[in-house]
């Protein structure tokens, strides 16, 4: 399978009421740390080859820049979401106008009044595509999504994968390749997955799950040397960077930005 080149990136700045987001955990958010966090991930991206767009911040939405989750992008069409979690639904408003700006085709979901996703739901895997079944994404929502994902390109294979035990299915998985995925021990996956090899994460190095991966590189957060080694082993070049204050917003690489 030819692996598919990135050229372009949307992101979107923290705002100083980044803290007041949706979250787990009760480590008090570093902000200055955060944005500086944000730039190195930036200039990542940027060093991965990718031409970045980064929005303003939106001071009403303090998860905002977890961008992933208001759309999902394939083919050059962009699926707009209904997150989950209410208090997260404006920021899809928010940023509908840029995206209809950047793609000339663009599809809603939440057709239904019970559809709901989170992108951080959707993993594409070459042609295979996982889309979870959370807290956040409804059976309903995923449906939705499978039949909008079907109509842009009918040689998708989809699939609906029902977990507990993590915020979104990028949390607890990330495939190194079509064949292997990393997974974290926390996951409780409740359908067996079409991918032949999993490599579970020590639970020390389980924030490793979420990896964001494009242009033969993949980002890995310090001291995760398992996961290290099987991102060389699957020839990716590990980037580490450090996104500590990200993670007490429960979010990570993959949910800073949208890729195309
Ligand atoms: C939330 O709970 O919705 C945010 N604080 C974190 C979202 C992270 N997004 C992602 O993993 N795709």
């Given at each position: 399978m030819?692996?598919?080149?990135?050229?372009?990136?949307?992101?979107?700045?923290?705002?100083?009421s980044?803290?007041?987001?949706?979250?787990t955990?009760?480590?008090?958010?570093?902000?200055?740390?955060?944005?500086?966090q944000?730039?190195?991930?930036?200039?990542?991206?940027e060093?991965?080859?990718?031409?970045?767009?980064?929005?303003?911040?939106?001071?009403?939405?303090?998860?905002?820049?977890?961008?992933?989750?208001?759309?999902?992008?394939?083919?050059?069409?962009?699926?707009?979401?209904?997150?989950?979690?209410?208090?997260?639904?404006?920021?899809?408003?928010?940023?509908?106008?840029?995206?209809?700006?950047?793609?000339?085709?663009?599809?809603?979901?939440?057709?239904?009044?019970?559809?709901?996703?989170?992108?951080?739901?959707?993993l594409?895997?070459?042609?295979?595509?996982?889309?979870?079944?959370?807290?956040?994404?409804?059976?309903?929502?995923?449906?939705?999504?499978?039949?909008?994902?079907?109509?842009?390109?009918?040689?998708?294979?989809?699939?609906?994968?029902?977990?507990?035990?993590?915020?979104?299915l990028?949390?607890?998985?990330?495939?190194?390749?079509?064949?292997?995925?990393?997974?974290?021990?926390?996951?409780?996956?409740?359908?067996?997955?079409?991918?032949?090899?999993s490599?579970l994460?020590?639970?020390?190095?389980?924030?490793?799950?979420?990896t964001?991966?494009?242009?033969?590189?993949?980002?890995?957060?310090?001291?995760?040397?398992?996961?290290?080694?099987?991102?060389?082993?699957?020839?990716?070049?590990?980037?580490?960077?450090?996104?500590?204050?990200?993670?007490?917003?429960?979010?990570?690489?993959?949910?800073?930005?949208?890729?195309?």
């Amino acid at each position: 399978m030819q692996e598919k080149t990135y050229q372009y990136a949307l992101t979107q700045t923290p705002p100083n009421s980044m803290a007041a987001g949706i979250t787990t955990q009760s480590i008090e958010v570093d902000l200055a740390l955060a944005r500086k966090q944000h730039q190195v991930y930036i200039s990542m991206l940027e060093k991965l080859g990718l031409f970045v767009t980064t929005l303003p911040q939106q001071e009403s939405f303090p998860d905002s820049h977890f961008i992933e989750d208001a759309a999902i992008i394939h083919n050059k069409v962009a699926i707009l979401t209904r997150p989950g979690a209410k208090e997260r639904r404006g920021e899809v408003d928010a940023i509908s106008s840029t995206l209809k700006n950047i793609f000339p085709t663009t599809y809603e979901l939440g057709g239904d009044e019970n559809a709901t996703l989170d992108g951080g739901d959707v993993l594409f895997i070459g042609n295979t595509v996982l889309i979870g079944i959370s807290h956040r994404t409804t059976e309903t929502g995923a449906q939705e999504l499978k039949h909008l994902l079907q109509k842009i390109n009918p040689n998708l294979s989809i699939h609906l994968v029902p977990f507990e035990g993590v915020l979104h299915l990028k949390s607890g998985l990330t495939a190194l390749n079509p064949n292997t995925i990393l997974i974290n021990q926390d996951i409780k996956l409740h359908t067996n997955l079409p991918i032949k090899k999993s490599i579970l994460l020590p639970k020390e190095e389980s924030h490793a799950a979420n990896t964001f991966i494009a242009n033969h590189h993949a980002f890995i957060p310090p001291n995760c040397p398992q996961a290290k080694e099987a991102m060389l082993a699957a020839n990716l070049t590990p980037i580490e960077i450090d996104m500590s204050e990200f993670r007490k917003m429960d979010g990570s690489f993959t949910c800073l930005s949208l890729i195309w």
